[in-house]
């Protein structure tokens, strides 16, 4: 069995964590929203994907937000058929 890990560390944004990356930042935010009845299972969660770098492709960034969710996100293949799943991407792209 393979071992993957990435670091996050918490932003100064509520809900976000950011990785930094050889290209600039990647943040990832998100928002889970549960029944009020028990048992209290998600019925909606919100991730918002940020991407902040120089020269950034966003047709590569939507390619990659798009396999990541089709191919190989085990979490979302879990839950895509129980929760619905929102995901919105967008590109900053920098100076330096």
Not at 38 to 50: L, Q, S
Not at 81 to 96: A, F, G, R, T
Request: overall charge negative; some cysteine; glycine content about 4%.
């Amino acid at each position: 069995m393979e071992e993957k890990r990435v670091s996050f560390r918490l932003s100064d944004r509520e809900h976000t964590y950011v990785a930094q990356t050889s290209y600039g930042e990647l943040l990832v935010g998100e928002v889970g929203f549960r029944r009020d009845e028990h048992p209290r299972v998600y019925t909606n969660i919100k991730i918002d994907v940020e991407v902040v770098g120089k020269d950034i492709s966003p047709k590569a960034v939507e390619d990659a937000v798009k396999l990541s969710l089709e191919k190989y996100c085990s979490v979302n293949a879990m839950l895509k058929n129980y929760v619905n799943i929102e995901v919105q991407w967008k590109v900053l792209n920098s100076n330096s």
